[in-house]
Nanobody, 123 residues
Framework: VQLQASGGGLVQAGGSLGLSCAASGRTFSGSGMGWFRQAPGKEREFVAAISWTGGWTLYADSVKGRFTISKDIAKNTVSLQMNSLKPEDTALYYC?????????????????WGQGTQVTVSS
């Protein structure tokens, strides 16, 4: 299974960006997908997750109310709409997919990772 993330870029504070992650390869049906981010010098942190069928979502407190995760089941893609962006949202954003249920905020529980896409928010 390969995950390809796209959509990052440079935006001013208060602006919006949309990220997308497409899954390809062998048929894969997991329990959920998520977005994580990693800023320079910091650990990778959880941003948002969604169940495989899109029935529930989960957000980090720092992005709740500003970011929206969604899933297109037919296209096997997951998107992250980011509004009201802040400079502290600047990071390399990764999408990930997991096979099994569990702690969706734990990066080490995900089985497949995309290559990362850079989001930079200027003040």
């Amino acid at each position: 299974v390969q995950l390809q993330a796209s959509g990052g870029g440079l935006v001013q504070a208060g602006g919006s960006l949309g990220l997308s992650c497409a899954a390809s390869g062998r048929t894969f049906s997991g329990s959920g997908m998520g977005w994580f981010r990693q800023a320079p010098g910091k650990e990778r942190e959880f941003v948002a997750a969604i169940s495989w069928t899109g029935g529930w979502t989960l957000y980090a407190d720092s992005v709740k109310g500003r970011f929206t995760i969604s899933k297109d089941i037919a296209k096997n893609t997951v998107s992250l709409q980011m509004n009201s962006l802040k400079p502290e949202d600047t990071a390399l954003y990764y999408c990930a997919a997991r096979k099994y249920y569990g702690d969706y905020k734990a990066a080490n529980m995900y089985d497949y990772w995309g290559q990362g896409t850079q989001v930079t928010v200027s003040s």
